[in-house]
């Protein structure tokens, strides 16, 4: 898919706002507060079905009663979304639907500043980023991330009522064990890949040798659904206490090794951004040989962070994606 036009209307502080996108590079440039990021986030949502940093209340333009973001493409499909205040219903090549379902969506790598200090993150930042990534590559995490998530949710507020009978948990604990294990199957499998290409690709951003890998820490021992449930059971008087589910992929958490140390702290800030860099590679990469499509790229503000060898290695590595840049101030892009 290639974009060629992107239209807003009362999106965030657009009341109406249209671009025409270039096959290549496109780059928006304003000043701070324009509404940058957001004609990534429309982006976004046109293609991934919801936004990466909201919900669709606080995008619709204040005291307006709806928004509705289109795009069309080079081979003229076209996307709408339109959110009435309630409701959001999409429109793909004519087909109307709630959400979009696998075959709707298109693969995006998205890059956002925050991204750059991944590293030094928390585990629920971590996870999330890989969540994201895993998602778009894997249908099957996709779908099972989403049960985890509203099962665990469920088992909390049972969790939290002082008068519950813990055999009331006992059909969520049978989905958590049912999810978490894939997720934790999916979580170690996609790990390995990356590490199969990571310091090679690290090396040939930063020319220059070290150790990089990417460690999966979970509490869960192994692929068994049983144990899982097991080890969720145990842990009843823990989490009646707490008030919630102390033990499953939700604590998981992935570090990044640099030179035989935990990254954070041990790697420079450089270093550190190019091991992002790397991954953002090995992300679509993997994509594109998985999906057999080119994903999207969108980067948010990135290319002020970085020096100009990273940024010649972005556009080159680039150079077959269509690439949405926003900046606040003019950049070379003809590397
Ligand atoms: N629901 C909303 N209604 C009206 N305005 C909004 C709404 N949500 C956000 N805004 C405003 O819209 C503007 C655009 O936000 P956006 O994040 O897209 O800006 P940006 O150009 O990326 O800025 P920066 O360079 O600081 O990243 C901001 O001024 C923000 O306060
Ligand atoms: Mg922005």
């Keep these: 898919m290639i974009i060629k036009r ?35 986030e429309a982006i976004y949502i046109l293609t991934r079905g919801k936004s990466f940093r909201a919900t669709d209340p ?50 995006v790598i998205l890059f956002l500043p925050s991204d750059l200090n991944l590293i030094g993150g928390s585990p629920s930042r971590h996870r999330d980023y890989f969540d994201r990534f895993f998602s778009q590559i894997s249908e099957e995490y996709n779908t099972s991330l989403s049960k985890y998530e509203k099962a665990l949710k469920q088992r909390n507020e049972i969790l939290k009522n002082e008068n519950m009978s813990p055999s009331s948990l006992f059909s969520w604990n049978i989905l958590l064990a049912k999810y978490g294990t894939i997720i934790h199957r999916v979580r170690k499998e996609l790990v390995d890949k990356i590490n199969k290409e990571l310091a090679d690709t690290y090396f040939s951003i930063a020319d220059k040798k070290d150790q990089i890998f990417l460690s999966y820490k979970t509490d869960v021992k192994n692929d068994s659904e049983s144990e899982y449930l097991k080890t969720l059971e145990s842990n009843l008087n823990k989490d009646v206490i707490l008030g919630h589910t102390s033990f499953g992929v939700h604590r998981d958490d992935f570090d990044f090794i640099f030179n035989d140390k935990v990254a954070e702290g041990s790697a420079s800030r450089g270093e550190g951004r190019t091991v992002i860099l ?11 040989n998985l999906l057999n499509q080119k994903p999207i790229i ?26 949405i840049i926003t900046s606040v101030e003019k950049i070379k892009l003809d590397y």
């Design 298 to 323: 969108l980067l948010d503000d990135v290319f002020s962070e970085l020096d100009e060898t990273r940024r010649r290695f972005l556009v080159k590595n680039f150079k077959d994606n269509q690439i």
């Design 278 to 288: 790397a991954l953002k590679f090995i992300e679509a990469r993997m994509i594109t």
């Design 58 to 107: 606080d995008i619709k333009k204040r005291e307006t009663d709806f928004y509705r973001i289109e795009l069309t493409t080079d081979s003229g499909e076209k996307r709408v979304a339109t959110f009435d205040g309630d409701n959001k219903v999409f429109v793909i090549s004519d087909k109307k639907t709630r959400r979009l379902g696998k075959a709707d969506k298109y693969p």
């Design 6 to 40: 992107i239209s807003l209307t009362n999106f965030r502080n657009q009341s109406s706002f249209n671009l025409d996108c270039k096959k290549d590079t496109t780059l928006i440039l304003g000043p701070n507060g324009y509404g940058k990021t957001s004609v990534l």
